[in-house]
């Protein structure tokens, strides 16, 4: 399961407490079901007990107590780790790609290298698709080409996402003062 | 379509291609003056010679105001041949001008023809855009005429003139003459407009054709044996023709040989050969008029020969001045051929530049397309030339001979003519190469090859 | 020795810049693909590398030609004898026939007529154009077209073949054929191939891919 990564990417840009992590996911992904703030608190919960994020801060402004999260050193590692692995040249019900897509342009770690070998994954995967074992029947190549049209899309969106979404230089991300506005 | 709208589409084609109605109009004012100097050549007091055998003087047709090749009634029924057969090259130039850039005109017949626009709709917008031309040919005609009127008349001594004073009718000739040069431009604009789709006659009805051309004109003056001026007449009548024949099987014989040297092995001739079929419409007009320009040449040559051997009276001039004004008209057709397949191939390097690049990017230098230039062009005039004066020369040689047993005719001259003739052709023909050179880089450029 | 060698290579158009300090190697026996968004400046390498385009600056060395130092003559005999060509549109010289196209090749090379035409039909055969060899390009639909411009691209046998998108206008099937021929071919003989596309089964069929972007190489990655 992803959504830890994907927290500790919403956490990547500045520290945040789990209001903006909302805030900031459903902006990511305008599209899918919005985060639940049940699941934002546990995921924290357990972010922090496992060592990759820390509380920094416990702000009040004039409203509810707010807990405000930054990610370890620990945790930005795993979230290198994350974005340094291509998503699984699946092809189909591919979340993962789009999660780890966004999170990579959005955090700026190492976007690039990300697009090289997600790219290598797929391409290598279509080649292997394409190469059809002697003796396969048409259904199997049916199979086969389904899947490599829908790699080629993956790929396809990859392309304009990079495009449509340029990233930040590639930047070191454990702590940043700065704050985004929310 | 509406006038109006036909208008509209017009001005913005006539302003693109300002060059080629430039030429239409040059090619029309040109023809225009020559046909005016012809009118006004039948305005000289002329006298029938007496018939052939006979003893009578030929100084009968002595005239002190003009130069003896006029008076004669027989031999300016040749001038006035040879001029018009001049005026005919310089429209074979116009009507090249009227297809320039038929490409582009083609891509834009299209849209409009997507868009809601009928056949009639198209030739009427190309009636339009050469008509205009055309009319401008017409009056330009009258400038003209009145520099040749000069050149030919005043401008001589009194013995040596050809043209008589101005007269009313000459302008008459020249009113008539807007209107006509208007719509003959404008019916070649709408012919250009449409695309033709004729079944060309074989090969073999073309041979045929132009052997029975060819064969009238040797056998035709036969007929007027014993009344020279319907001799003369009627040589007049088979050699234009000829001529016209042999511009009408211009393009199939050249479809013909651009096949022939596609057959054949060297790479050059096979490679040309595609080229030579691209223009092979132009490429046979060339071929037609350069045929032409060799047959005066040949007749000019032998009865140069004739008239050195009796080496009588050559002051006098009468034959001279034919012989010059002969060797004139066949330089001007010849040019006039040789730039129209210049026009032809400008337009070629222009719509064929993808083509052309893809050919560069495969491994054609600069060099080689131009051999292949060179060797399409030789292709197109030196045959025609050649066979020209030969026909010509030896053709007249024996039919000055035919039925006089006793005569005998000097072909010797044209062992000079006809090399001198060739030289001078192989070095137009280099030129034409080196003055497309620029354009030919133009065309092989890489980027020729980025669009879609 | 590597096929291909660019080390420092940029190139402008006017006061656009297509491609800045770009280096890269080919190997014998490789496929490269070099993908990348329009504009990138993928055609621009190809054509750089094919010796149409002359090197403005940096160095270029392919099949042993130093293409910096040729002038125009020189680099056109270099691409008959080393490079086979399949470009995107227009490729086709327009007044010669297909089997003609086809052989133009061997005919620049001063092969005898009779046997490059022999050549080219068998080359025809093998792409799956089904047509009179003596049809004009005009008569010829995209596909057919680009079908006899990969015959013409290895009736030379290439010590490189250079594709800039030579599937475009082919459906999937034959598309995959083509290039399963041009790759084969070339790779069997020895050769090395360069496809520029920006269709990822293309590139799927190379060992290594070579992503430009904005006139850079973005990454390079092994396929294989």
């Known amino acids: ?179 985004k506005p929310a | ?34 046909v005016l100097v012809t009118l006004a050549l039948f305005r000289v007091p002329a006298f029938a010679l007496p018939p052939r055998g006979s003893t009578a003087n030929y100084s009968i047709s002595y005239d002190p105001r003009y130069a003896g090749i006029v008076t004669s009634a027989e031999t300016r029924i040749g001038v006035a041949t040879a001029v018009l057969l001049v005026a005919g090259t310089a429209l074979v130039l116009a009507w090249q001008a009227v297809s320039s850039g038929s490409a582009r005109r083609h891509r834009r017949d299209q849209a409009l023809t997507t868009t809601g626009a009928t056949p009639g709709d198209l030739r009427r917008l190309g009636a339009i855009e050469t008509a205009v031309a055309g009319a401008v040919g017409g009056l330009l005609a009258g400038p003209v005429y009145l520099l ?78 014993g009344d020279r001026q319907l001799q003369v007449t009627l040589m007049s009548v088979a050699v234009t023709l000829l001529l016209l024949v042999a511009l009408a099987c211009g393009a199939p014989w ?20 595609g080229g030579l079929r691209a223009l092979a419409g132009p490429a046979g007009r060339a071929a037609g008029v350069l045929l032409g320009a060799g047959l005066t040449t040949g007749v000019a040559t032998v009865i140069l020969g004739n008239i050195l051997r009796q080496a009588t009276d050559l002051g006098s001039g009468g034959h001279l001045t034919g012989i010059v004004l002969a060797a004139v008209a066949a330089g001007l057709a010849a040019l006039a051929g040789l730039a129209t397949i210049t026009l032809a191939a400008v337009d070629d ?61 000097d072909a010797w001259p044209l062992l000079i003519v006809g090399p001198a003739a060739l030289a001078l052709l192989l070095l137009a023909n280099a030129g034409i190469v080196r003055l497309l050179r620029s354009r030919t880089r133009e065309a092989i450029d890489p980027a020729n090859l980025r669009v879609a | 020795m590597s096929t291909v060698q660019l080390s420092g290579v940029s190139h402008a158009y006017g006061r656009t810049q297509a491609l800045s300090d770009v280096s890269l190697t080919v190997e014998p026996g490789e496929v490269v693909a070099v993908t990348g968004p329009s504009g990138c400046g993928k055609s621009t390498l190809l054509m750089l590398t094919a010796g149409v385009l002359r090197t403005q600056s940096g160095r270029i060395v392919v099949a042993g030609t130093d293409l910096a130092g040729a002038d125009d003559a020189a680099r056109a005999r270099f691409r008959r004898r080393a490079i086979g060509l399949v470009l995107q549109f227009g490729q086709l010289v327009p007044d010669l026939s297909v089997r003609d196209n086809v052989a133009l090749p ?21 792409v799956g154009l089904d047509v009179e060899p003596d049809t004009l390009p005009a008569d010829l639909s995209g596909g057919q077209a680009q079908l006899a411009a990969g015959a013409r691209a290895l009736v030379a046998g290439p010590q490189l073949l250079l594709a800039d998108e030579p599937t475009a206008s082919l459906d999937t099937n034959s598309g995959r054929a083509l290039l399963d021929l041009l790759v084969k071919t070339t790779v069997q003989a020895g050769g090395s191939v360069v496809l520029v596309s920006h269709d990822n089964a293309v590139a799927a069929r190379a060992d290594r891919e070579i992503r430009l972007r904005r006139g850079t190489i973005a990454h390079q990655v092994a396929l294989s």
Request: glycine fraction near 10%; include cysteine; proline fraction near 6%.
């Open chain 2, 1 to 34: 379509m509406k006038p109006a709208t036909l208008w509209l589409l017009a001005v913005p084609n006539v302003r693109a291609s300002r060059t080629r109605a430039a030429l239409v109009a040059m090619g029309t004012a040109a023809a225009g003056g020559l």
């Open chain 2, 148 to 225: 040749l009127w000069f050149v030919l008349g005043p401008a001589q001594p009194a013995t040596s003139r050809l043209l008589p004073a101005l007269a009313p009718a000459d302008l008459i000739a020249w009113a008539c003459l807007v209107p006509a040069s208007a719509a003959l431009a404008a019916a070649a604009g709408a012919r250009s407009g449409t695309q033709l789709h004729r079944r060309p006659l074989s090969g073999w009805w073309w041979l045929a054709l132009a052997i029975v051309a060819l064969a009238g004109m040797f056998t035709l003056p036969q007929l007027g044996q």
């Open chain 1, 1 to 179: 399961m992803s959504l830890t990564e994907l927290h500790l990417a919403l956490l990547a840009g500045a520290p945040r407490h789990g209001y903006d992590i909302k805030q900031e996911h459903d902006s990511w992904f305008p599209d899918t079901r919005p985060l639940p703030y049940g699941q934002v608190y546990a995921t924290l919960a357990r972010l922090q007990r496992d060592g990759l994020a820390e509380v920094v801060e416990t702000r009040v402004d004039g409203g509810p107590e707010r807990t405000v999260y930054a990610l370890t050193a620990k945790g930005s590692a795993r979230l290198r780790a994350w974005l340094a692995e291509p998503a699984a040249p699946t092809g189909v019900g591919a979340e993962e790609i789009v999660r780890k897509t966004v999170s990579a342009l959005h955090t700026g770690i190492d976007v690039s290298g990300f697009v090289a070998r997600q790219r290598a994954a797929h391409l290598r995967r279509i080649r292997d698709l394409q190469g059809t074992p002697p003796g396969a029947g048409p259904a199997e190549r049916l199979v086969r080409e389904h899947l490599i049209a829908h790699l080629d899309a993956d790929l396809r969106w990859l392309e304009l996402a990079t495009e449509l979404l340029p990233a930040p230089d590639d930047q070191p991300t454990v702590r940043s003062d700065e704050r």
């Open chain 2, 349 to 409: 390097l222009l719509t064929n530049r993808r083509g052309l690049a893809a050919m560069a990017a495969i491994g054609a230098d600069l060099a080689l397309l131009q051999a292949l230039q060179r060797r399409r062009l030789r292709a197109a005039t030196i045959a025609p030339l050649v066979s020209g004066l030969l026909i010509g020369g030896l053709g007249y040689g024996a039919l000055s001979v035919a039925g006089e047993p006793a005569a005998s005719t």
């Open chain 2, 254 to 273: 050249a479809r013909g040989k651009a096949s022939r040297m596609s057959r054949r092995g060297r790479t050059t001739d096979l490679l040309a050969g």
């Open chain 3, 106 to 126: 061997l005919l620049l090379e001063g092969h005898r007529s009779a046997d490059a035409r022999a050549a080219a039909d068998g080359w025809l055969d093998r």
